[in-house]
């Protein structure tokens, strides 16, 4: 099925490790977003690319990295994992932006302990 | 600050009424409005779309309107259903932290039960 796909679906971290959090998709869509989602929280916006090649920061980029070499593969990177980082990761895409719906993937399930 | 405000309480609904959702944003100049739903332990779903320039917007049971003079959307679901059970979540486009001029930030969701 056509979709985001998010690998792994949970991951249990200790503190300072690293961990790449995979994301792909197969619709060609150009926007790709990473948000996390904290209980009774709002969707938080990590970093967003608007095309291979081409990445930016959102509203909470700290502790985090990514890279955008495909249109399909858009990768978050936690760098030396801190306890404030468990949360709910969750990978969209969408066409052209906000003009069009998002597709999100199922999410990662991260604690780090 | 911008700021977008659902309904943080449980809306409770009886089958077969209108169930009516609330999104109140300030400080935004949206050029879009996206509402999707969300159930426990899965990625949010997108519903509905609405621009500026559009009052209203119809598909099947789901209705949005848009009141930009208000700063609100209203989200209707007509004959509901248990099945209609979830979290569901306003969105809007621009914002400071929404990802550039096309990028969307959310609300915090309003969970709706609908009781058999």
């Known amino acids: 099925n056509a979709g985001v796909t998010q690998t792994p679906k949970f991951r249990i971290l200790k503190i300072g490790q690293s961990m790449t959090l995979q994301c792909a998709q197969d619709m060609n869509h150009n926007y790709m977003y990473w948000y996390r989602q904290d209980p009774g929280m709002g969707l938080k916006l990590i970093y967003y690319?608007?095309?291979?090649?081409?990445?930016d920061k959102g509203e909470v980029p700290n502790g985090y990295n990514v890279s955008r070499s495909t249109t399909e593969d858009f990768p978050l990177r936690l760098e030396l994992a801190a306890p404030s980082q468990t949360s709910v990761y969750f990978c969209a895409s969408s066409r052209t932006g906000s003009n069009y719906g998002y597709t999100f993937g199922s999410g990662t399930r991260l604690t780090v302990v | 600050s911008q700021k977008i405000e659902q309904n943080s309480e449980a809306l409770n609904i009886q089958e077969g009424k209108t169930a009516t959702l609330t999104c109140n944003y300030t400080n935004y100049s949206p050029a879009y409005l996206q509402w999707y739903r969300q159930d426990p332990g899965r990625g949010p779903v997108f519903l509905l779309l609405?621009?500026?320039?559009?009052k209203e917007k119809r598909k099947e049971r789901l209705k949005v309107t848009f009141d930009t003079t208000l700063k609100q959307s209203l989200f209707h679901i007509t004959a509901s259903q248990p099945a209609d059970s979830a979290t569901y979540l306003c969105?809007?486009?621009?914002?400071?932290f929404g990802g550039g001029a096309d990028g969307l930030t959310f609300g915090k969701g309003t969970h709706l039960i609908i009781q058999p």
């Open positions: 609405i621009r500026e320039n559009e």
């Open positions: 690319s608007v095309g291979a090649g081409i990445t």
């Open positions: 969105a809007l486009a621009g914002g400071t």
